[in-house]
């Protein structure tokens, strides 16, 4: 086969597996968003026994599907009173780990927000900081770690963003 060929049909095979793991990303999304408005039996039919379930403060329940520790998603099922789901999304996003308020918000907000943290929690006496770190994939471009800083009381006192190091890879 040509060369030239040869790369055209390699760019293709790389376009194509690009497509195909964009598309099975969303499709827990999607798959949701279709049951909105069914009831809690029907999403558990579908996606089975959720990581994490908490009941709200408004009188909502919300169950996590993470896929932590190794994954970077955390889809989260939220029913409203009468126990029909009312929203599906993936928690794990830029978009809504900029949601959390630092000096305002504690273990539980965050707990209910990204489901239980998968990795190893850190504490670092000096700081007086207990660490949780989850998994995500930056801007859909980057995987990152995004650690919450807590202190003794449990509020959130720092966000950061570090790169993940299973993924990282130094320049060669």
């Known amino acids: 086969m040509p060369r030239a060929r040869r790369f055209a049909a390699g760019a293709a095979l790389v376009a194509a597996t690009v497509a195909i793991t964009g598309c099975a990303a969303l499709a827990p999304v999607q798959t949701g968003q ?6 809690e039996s ?9 990581t994490d379930m908490f009941q709200l403060k ?5 169950w996590i599907y993470s896929t932590q520790p190794l994954g970077e998603d955390a889809y989260a099922a939220t029913f409203d009173r009468n126990g029909n789901l009312a929203d599906f999304r993936n928690m794990l996003t830029t978009e809504e780990l900029y949601k959390a308020h630092v000096n305002v918000w504690t273990k539980q907000d965050v707990l209910e927000h990204y489901g239980a943290p998968r990795e190893p929690n850190q504490y670092f006496p000096i700081m007086k900081r207990e660490v949780w770190t989850y998994r995500f994939f930056q801007d859909r471009m980057w995987y990152s770690m995004f650690n919450f ?4 009381a449990g509020v959130l006192r720092q966000t950061q963003i570090t790169p993940d190091p299973l993924r990282d890879r130094p320049e060669r």
């Open 58 to 62: 408004d009188g909502t329940t919300r």
């Open 149 to 152: 800083y807590f202190d003794d």
């Open 42 to 50: 029907a999403v558990r039919a579908t996606f089975g026994q959720p």
């Open 34 to 39: 279709k049951l909105i408005g069914q009831p």
